[in-house]
């Protein structure tokens, strides 16, 4: 899947933009600030059916105005075209419709247009907490797991309800606990059981990825922490439920899962210099593209490159430029403030590509680079 054409209206910074992409490597260019990052935020948008930036979508309006259209133009593997469009105006819900069909759950959406995208929010995959680690598994797997995706559902809403009970005033009814906290044991084994079996296949392809980035120079391991993995979740729950009664939420459960992160022995977060950090979280994102273009819907994902040349070294950028030049990726989005880096990209590219500049929220293409490049 490739995006051909996307029409953005009144989203973020850009008022009204008109693109027509390359299906192989599309560079935009630009300052800070003038909207590289909302343009890939808007192909971002078309996956996933919510900004990588701002979960309130009302928010993602054009300062002044009452609404935001994005409006994307696909073609498939097989060559057939698919049309994605999603419109909100304030205080309405927002409409995301497949070839002008309106969805009626947007998780029926996700995973038609597989995609992985690399920005400089990714460091708080090592310095926040686990919950943003949760949310890169979760990103990964439901992208081609629909069973996992609704078992998550499912299992949020339980651990919302039994949450419920836990903060009233009175005594919860044992017999509305149970229920809950069946539904949460159930769901959560699936998630778990998928986690599980998602972290020993993926593993081996990040630290390959990390191996050829640093040409060897360091080791790298991620271990996947669960309650689950000490004993029956359903028990587990009821154990600790006079506990949880206390605090007023659900202290165990998959939704404390976290992921490991190591360099070496000792965790990245602690040990590891910007430029190491950099090169863990490239790795883990172009294995998250592999793992996809594996395990998906036969689909090679769209990837998006904002800023990723910040903070590594000659030898590193040069290892990333060699990988994304290759054959093995498909459609890719990449910004830069540096045109050095763009410029060693293109010309290791054999074929079409694409060049844009951003500026205050509007956005050209630039032909004549193309030509002088040749």
């Keep these: 899947m490739w995006l051909k054409r996307i029409s ?7 008022d009204q933009v008109e693109l027509s992409f390359s299906p192989k490597m599309n560079c935009i260019i630009g300052q800070n600030g003038m909207g590289k990052t909302n343009l890939m935020d808007a192909v971002y948008y078309l996956s996933f ?4 930036t701002n979960p309130v979508d009302s928010q993602n309006i054009l300062h002044s105005e009452d609404f935001f259209v994005l ?11 698919e049309e994605v469009y999603c419109g909100l ?19 029926d959406h996700i995973g038609l247009i597989p995609l992985v995208m690399v920005s400089p929010a990714d460091s708080q995959l090592i310095a926040g907490g686990s919950e943003e680690r949760r949310k890169f598994i979760d990103v990964v797997i439901s992208q081609f797991d629909r069973e996992y995706l609704e078992a998550l559902i499912r299992y949020n809403k339980a651990m919302l309800q039994r949450n419920t009970l836990l903060k009233a005033d009175v005594e919860p009814e044992e017999e509305l606990m149970n229920v809950w906290e069946e539904m949460m044991a159930a ?16 593993v081996p392809i990040f630290q390959s990825y990390y191996s050829y980035i640093s040409q060897d120079r360091e080791q790298v391991s991620l271990t996947y922490e669960s309650h689950a993995s000490q004993g029956d979740l359903l028990t587990i729950l009821r154990e600790s ?46 294995s998250q593209f592999e793992f996809l273009k594996r395990t998906g819907s036969q689909t090679t994902p769209i990837v998006l490159l904002d800023d990723i ?26 910004t830069d403030t540096n045109r050095d880096h763009l410029d060693q ?28 490049t040749e």
Excluded: W
């Design 8 to 14: 953005i209206l009144k989203y973020k910074n850009l």
């Design 49 to 52: 059916c919510k900004s990588a």
């Design 71 to 81: 409006h994307g133009h696909y073609e498939t593997e097989a060559g057939e075209p």
């Design 89 to 107: 105006k304030r205080r309405q819900k927002k409409q995301f419709k497949r070839n002008k069909k309106e969805y009626q759950r947007l998780s």
């Design 187 to 202: 769901s959560g084994e699936v998630v778990y059981r998928k986690r599980q079996q998602f972290i020993q296949e993926f």
């Design 241 to 286: 439920r006079q506990r949880d009664r206390i605090m007023g939420y659900s202290l165990k459960g998959i939704h404390k899962d976290d992921l490991i992160m190591r360099l070496g022995e000792f965790p990245i977060k602690r040990e590891g210099s910007q430029g190491q950090n950099k090169t863990f979280l490239i790795a883990l994102k172009l």
């Design 309 to 334: 040349f910040d903070k590594l070294d000659a030898s590193r950028v040069e290892q990333i430029v060699k990988l994304v030049s290759g054959d093995a990726f498909g459609q890719i989005f990449i």
């Design 345 to 372: 990209i293109l010309k290791k590219i054999e074929g079409d590509y694409r060049l844009f500049e951003v500026a205050d929220g509007m956005v050209h293409e630039r032909k004549e680079e193309q030509d002088e």
